[in-house]
Each structure stands twice: as C-alpha cells, then as structure tokens.
C-alpha cells in the first residue's frame, strides 16, 4: 500500500476514483467533483489563499483513499482532510491518511486535523451519522457507514450537528398573527437582483461574516469566493431562492433555499446541463426544498429576522413543494436548536465532524 502526493498533472486520478465511487452507490448524487476539479486545478479563487495537496492511497495499482489536505490562511490552525473518500475496509489507508496529515500538521504550525469541512462551510461540512440507506437532499452529504467509523475510534473530539424538517402543508411559523404583522412592519423581504451578480455576491458575504462570525467551524469569507460560487450555481439560482432582510434600508439577513434537486439526479450523475433540463422540462417531479443556509446578524437574531425569513419563504414555496430540510445545525447551538424544535415536525439528518490531535500515534486506527 502506498500513499501518492498528486501532482498538478496528476489530480485527474483523484477526479476519476470520486466519480468511481459515485457511480459505484445509487444514493449518492455528485454534487463537488466540479468545484474540486476547479480548486485542485489551481482556478478556484480558494486555491489562491490555500495549501492544498491532494493524495491518493492505492493498494496494487487499486486507488483505495483520498483526500486533499488544505490548510486555508484564515484557518491556520487545523489542517483539513478535505473531501475524504475511501472504500470499505481501508483502515490501513486512512492510517496512512491520518500520519501523513499529522506530518504535514507538524511541519506547517496547524494544531488538529479537522475531517468532515471541505475547504468551507459553504462547500459542506459533516459527515453523515444516519439515514445511511436514502438519497439525501440537495447540498448535503452523503456517505456511507464505513466513512464515520473510521474517525470514531481515533477523533479526540467529536462536534454533532442535525437538520431538521417539517410537512410544508401544514406548516405554520409559530408566532401568532398579531407578532407576525409586528415584525413584518419592522422587516421586509426582497429576493436577489442577479442581474447585478457582484453586489449580491457583496451582501450576501458581509452578512455572512457578520452573522457566522462565531462560529467553530466558519471562516471569513471574501467577496471574489462568494461570486464564484454565484456564477458556478448560477444556472440554478432564481431570485426567490435567496432571499434578503432588510431592518429599514440595511441588509441584516439572509435565507437561501433550493429545489432539491436531487430528485431530478439519476444515481451517480455530476450536477449539470442534464439536471437544469429535467428542473425545467419537469419541475413536479421534485416535492422536497432545502434551506441551505440562513443568516441573521447578531443584533437582530433576537428580534423578529429570524421568524420573518421563514414566513416570507413559506409564502412562496407553500402549495409547491410537500416537504422541506433545513440546515445543518450545531447541536450544541442551543438557540437554533430551540426555534427549530418549535417550527419543525422532527429530526432529520445527523452529521459528525471529527477533530484529531496531532500529536497523537500516527497509524492508529
């Protein structure tokens, strides 16, 4: 067995074993390997501001793990082993994977390995901990079992993080119709103008930073990211699924929903020109809508932001979809966690996010 630094003309193999495994699982939908493709190409805004170095662990020619460990220069003090994929049964490649992150951590000052971030939150972030045997929603991860027990054994700290989802005809923000109409004086709604793409990309990244500020696992974005996932995603992005809050003429929220488009995906397939023509020649086939993210800053968390998003949202999907995923959601997020257990029907998805010492025994799975 033998791990390989990938060089620049050598990432294609990384490219390929991803693709292999997608099309290995029917629950899985490639949702990354173009963004990946872009970053490890070096074209990636990301790659600019980033170590990166993806590996490949192949046993007899076999490729059989890999990841890209990335250490980004707003998050020097863990080292990530980004986008991790393996087959089952390779304890002895992740150990590989494991010392080699632990060597590299060393040598550049980083404190932890971090598994389950892949480059940042706005890329994903967790491991899935449940749900193993369904197609999960657009933007979320799926991984078999196997992926999480290999760091289980090994992580000196284990974050959780869930999703939540509710009946959509049936949902009802909860606050009464009297504080509803408050709060709407206070706040309005208006969806994105992507005619003028870099001043949304603007807006959403300043709120972005403010509202995620302290979070464990976010970094501040810059502009130029935010606009390339934009202009990436564009083809799928109408001005209702990215809605902002306005507090008189200051923008101090935002929520940002899709189509789960997942469901117009065959098994394995690479988000592209195939999905749009099924979302367009076929839009009710999808039922399901995710809430990929929503962001309030602090000073109006507390005041009416949060509630109003999700009531202008349901305004418009309501009679649309049947159901609907938000998050994820720290579990040690005690606020978010409450307003979700009051407006959700249940639990969705679990996800994990592993941190290793790097001082620990390398190899030790």
């Known amino acids: 067995m033998e791990l390989r630094v990938l060089g620049p003309g050598e990432t294609g193999d990384y490219i390929k074993f991803v693709k292999q495994l997608n099309k290995m699982d029917p629950l899985r939908r490639d949702i990354m390997s173009p963004t990946l493709e872009m970053i490890l190409a070096g074209k990636g805004v990301l790659a600019k501001s980033a170590f990166l170095e993806p590996v490949l662990v192949v046993d007899g020619g076999r490729p059989v793990a890999a990841c890209v460990f990335a250490q980004v220069d707003r998050m020097p003090e863990v080292l990530q082993l980004a986008c991790f994929e393996a087959l089952e049964g390779q304890e002895e490649a992740v150990g590989l994977l494991v010392a080699r992150g632990r060597a590299l951590a060393r040598e550049r000052g980083a404190e932890k390995l971090l598994v389950g971030l892949n480059f940042h939150v706005n890329y994903g972030l967790g491991i899935l901990a449940d749900h193993f045997d369904e197609v999960p929603t657009f933007g979320s991860a799926f ?21 939540y989802e509710v009946n959509l005809e049936s949902f009802e923000v909860p606050v009464s119709d009297r504080l509803m109409r408050r709060i709407s004086k206070g706040y309005r709604v208006e969806p994105a103008d992507f005619r003028d793409l870099e001043q949304t990309a603007r807006i959403y990244t300043e709120i972005n930073n403010a509202a995620f500020g302290a979070h464990r696992f976010y970094y501040q974005r810059r502009i130029d990211e935010d606009l390339e996932l934009f202009r990436e995603f564009k083809a799928f992005l109408k001005p209702e699924n990215l809605l902002f809050l306005y507090f008189g003429q200051d923008p101090v929220g935002f929520m940002l929903w899709y189509p789960d488009f997942n469901q117009v995906m065959k098994p394995g397939e690479t988000i592209g020109l195939r999905t749009w023509l099924r979302w367009k020649l076929w839009p009710g086939r999808i039922d399901t809508m995710k809430i990929v993210e929503l962001g309030v800053i602090p000073e109006h968390q507390s005041r009416g932001g949060v509630v109003r998003l999700f009531e202008a949202c349901r305004e418009r999907v309501r009679g649309r979809y049947k159901r609907c995923e938000a998050g994820w959601i720290l ?3 005690t606020a978010s966690r409450g307003f979700g257990e009051r407006w959700a029907d249940r639990e969705g998805h679990h996800y994990k996010v592993f941190l290793i010492e790097v001082d620990g025994e390398d190899g030790g799975l």
Do not use: C, D, Q, R
């Open 143 to 163: 991984h078999p079992v196997y992926i999480k027990n290999y760091f289980e054994g090994i992580a000196t700290e284990t974050v959780s993080m869930l999703t």
């Open 331 to 333: 579990s040690e997020n």
